[in-house]
């Protein structure tokens, strides 16, 4: 039982900059690796950045430089500061955490935020 709440899409213009959260929320013992994915009508999700537990980063290719990932383990949040917008960016961004979750056993998850839209255009 956890629920991950996207916010802090919209329109910006190509070169903007928007600042992405996604908070984790339930019967939560630990979480792990968090991350932001991306999909655009007929193309596959595809990962952005993912940040463990510890602190850990990993980048595609096409975001190092412009985007930069962190997280609020007092939060149970992540975050996706994006700078320098291109229209090639427009997506719908998808948050994702794996969890350690309370129940009559503890049991591992992974879950997936709602998505928000990123639009960068003129």
């Known amino acids: 039982q956890v629920q991950l709440v996207e916010s802090g899409g919209g329109l910006v213009q190509p070169g903007g900059s928007l600042r992405l959260s996604c908070a984790a929320s339930?019967?939560?013992?630990?979480?792990?690796?968090m991350g932001w994915y991306r999909q655009t009508p007929g193309k596959e999700r595809e990962l952005v950045a993912t940040i463990t537990d510890s602190g850990r980063r990993n980048y595609a290719e096409f975001v190092k430089g412009r985007f930069t990932i962190s997280r609020d383990n007092a939060k149970n949040t992540v975050y996706l500061q994006m700078n320098t917008l291109k229209p090639e960016d427009t997506a719908v961004y998808y948050c994702?955490?794996?969890?350690?979750?309370?129940?009559?056993?503890?049991?591992?998850?992974?879950?997936w935020g709602q998505g928000t839209l990123v639009t960068v255009s003129s």
């Open positions: 339930g019967d939560i013992f630990s979480i792990s690796t």
């Open positions: 994702k955490t794996g969890a350690t979750i309370r129940g009559n056993r503890y049991r591992y998850i992974e879950v």
